[in-house]
């Protein structure tokens, strides 16, 4: 059975850092693009960041360059996402999604397989 299990969220101020995890079982990521979404409370779900198969390739939306880290380890078959200096408007739940296919998944319709999310919220 294939899953994809994010973890790591939580609770943290504005100007602080976390990072997700996304692990997989049942599916080798190695030749796989991999992305991260988010949907905030009454807001569509939208691309936060993405990595190349090889991970020689990143993509980053702009509210987030800069500030996120998208990165992967092939041998322990997880993704993460370094997330620093966040603020409120990052509050959302924050899923992974990985492509089957050579595109890297920047738009949803790319995505084959989603995570569960992990919720993350920045507040004082």
């Known amino acids: 059975q294939v899953q994809f299990v994010e973890s790591g969220g939580g609770l943290v101020k504005p100007g602080g850092s976390l990072r997700l995890s996304c692990a997989a079982s049942g599916f080798a990521l190695d030749y796989y693009a991999i992305g991260w979404f988010r949907q905030a409370a009454g807001k569509e779900r939208e691309f936060v960041t993405a990595v190349s198969w090889n991970g020689g390739s990143t993509y980053y939306s702009r509210s987030v360059k800069g500030r996120f880290t998208i990165s992967r380890d092939n041998a322990q078959n997880t993704v993460y996402l370094q997330m620093n200096i966040l603020k409120p408007d990052d509050t959302a739940v924050y899923y992974c999604?990985?492509?089957?296919?050579?595109?890297?998944?920047?738009?949803?319709?790319?995505?084959?397989?989603w995570g569960r999310g992990t919720q993350v919220t920045v507040s004082s």
């Open positions: 999604a990985v492509s089957s296919t050579t595109l890297v998944p920047t738009i949803e319709s790319r995505v084959d397989y």
